[in-house]
């Protein structure tokens, strides 16, 4: 009991990270002398089985990556914070992230990364989140010190990528971006200082 109190919330981001891949997995079929191919007749019509994926990867990704730039605005407004929940969630956002790209080269083949610049934008993106991922832990925050920081700060490259990579796919960047841009709003030290002024008293 004393283990959940302390990582309640690692476990809800962990079930909550983990669960959706049930709807991957029935999509799927995984062979270990074939690889992996999609299953057919698994989407409604006119949509096929790894556009389907490539939408569920890459929505949960980039909210993800939303809920992890949302924290800091919701300390700043409510004052309730847990960093360790953050890397959680990083970390939840680098799984779907890398997951997303794993299935759409598994369909087209890693040279198709290259043919349009939402792929490169997608593909930055995700070269950022890998080593941001690898030290996501308590070890690498010790030795890194104050790099530790200016290392996770790479996230917000890797947001603005991913943004550009959904922006010239479809039209619900602009949801995302919103609620980014607001949080980066909150974080002007002027307007800042003040909401935490305003919440204290």
């Known amino acids: 009991m004393n283990f959940i ?12 990270a983990t669960l959706p891949l049930i709807i991957i997995l029935k999509m799927i079929n995984i062979d270990l002398v074939n690889g992996f191919t999609f299953a057919e007749n698994t989407v409604e019509e006119n949509t096929t089985t790894p556009a389907m994926l490539y ?17 800091t605005p919701f300390y700043i407004l409510f004052g309730v914070t847990n960093l360790f929940v953050r890397q959680a969630m990083g970390i939840a956002t680098a799984f779907w992230s890398i997951l997303h790209f794993i299935i759409f080269i598994g ?15 997608g593909f930055a993106a995700i070269l950022i989140l890998v080593p941001l991922l690898f030290t996501s832990n308590r070890k690498s925050m010790k030795a890194l010190k104050k790099n530790w920081k200016r290392l996770q700060s790479l996230v917000y490259g890797s947001v603005l990528l991913s943004l550009l990579h959904i922006a010239i796919l479809n039209k619900t960047w602009i949801i995302y971006t919103v609620i980014v841009g607001l949080g980066f709003i909150i974080r002007i030290p002027v307007i800042k200082s003040k909401l935490i002024e305003r919440r204290k008293n």
């Open 5 to 16: 109190k302390k990582n309640y919330g690692w476990i809800i981001v962990a079930l909550l």
């Open 55 to 71: 939408h569920v990867s890459g929505e949960f990704a980039i909210r993800w990556m939303t809920a992890v730039l949302t924290l």
């Open 107 to 121: 369909s087209e083949g890693f040279l198709a990364t290259f043919t349009q610049a939402n792929y490169i934008a």
